[in-house]
């Protein structure tokens, strides 16, 4: 089986800081372009067979640049989206909490069931995110930059994890995990 490589995107602009921007678009940072820049470099390097990314924009510099320095082609895949966080998108965590309370702890505790108004469920992120592990390439490694959420469900996912230890398996902003 072809290993895979997860990159998180790196650090969105200092604007959306504490903000649940999850599906929207949002850019890098100065800080982010420059990680994007640093981490395709050492990623060029590997051996991979295949680019892949969500084609959100926070992913796209980096994928783009491991693409022009090796060689190979992008593959835009949507499964690999962050969660679809609904109506709390482009609101802050603060002001979530301040609406929600505790009953956002349902996003962990009733991963099946509870989801922000008009979003997605963790189970379907989950199962968005594993239905494109599952039918991967797997001619040769692959280069996958995509988003927290998604990464932390497949690796949770894969190791037999519940959702609420799923916290623990999403990378910091520009980490690199290879399953």
């Known amino acids: 089986m072809a290993a895979v490589t997860f990159v998180r995107h790196p650090r969105v602009a200092d604007a959306y800081r504490g903000v649940c921007y999850g599906r929207a678009d949002v850019p890098l940072g100065p800080e982010g ?3 994007s820049l ?3 470099e050492r990623l060029a390097r590997e051996p991979f067979r295949r680019v892949v990314c969500s084609g959100a924009a926070r992913t796209l510099a980096l994928a783009r640049r491991v693409c022009e320095l090796t060689g190979l082609g992008l593959a835009i895949e949507p499964a690999l989206l962050e969660r679809d966080f609904g109506a709390w998108e482009l609101r802050t965590w603060d002001d ?3 609406e929600v309370g505790d009953a956002m702890n349902g996003l962990i505790d009733a991963p099946e069931a509870y989801r922000p108004p008009g979003g997605e469920t963790t189970h379907q992120l989950r199962d968005r995110a594993m239905g494109w592990y599952e ?12 988003h927290g959420g998604p990464i932390a469900a497949i690796r949770g996912t894969l190791a037999g994890r519940s959702a609420r230890e799923w916290l623990d398996l999403i990378p910091p902003p520009g980490g ?3 399953l």
């Not at 991967?136 to 995509?146: E, K, M, N, S």
């Open 96 to 98: 979530i909490h301040a």
């Open 33 to 35: 372009i420059a990680e």
């Open 38 to 40: 640093a981490i395709a």
């Open 135 to 146: 039918r991967r390439p797997t001619d040769g490694p692959v280069l996958v930059v995509a």
């Open 176 to 178: 690199v995990v290879s």
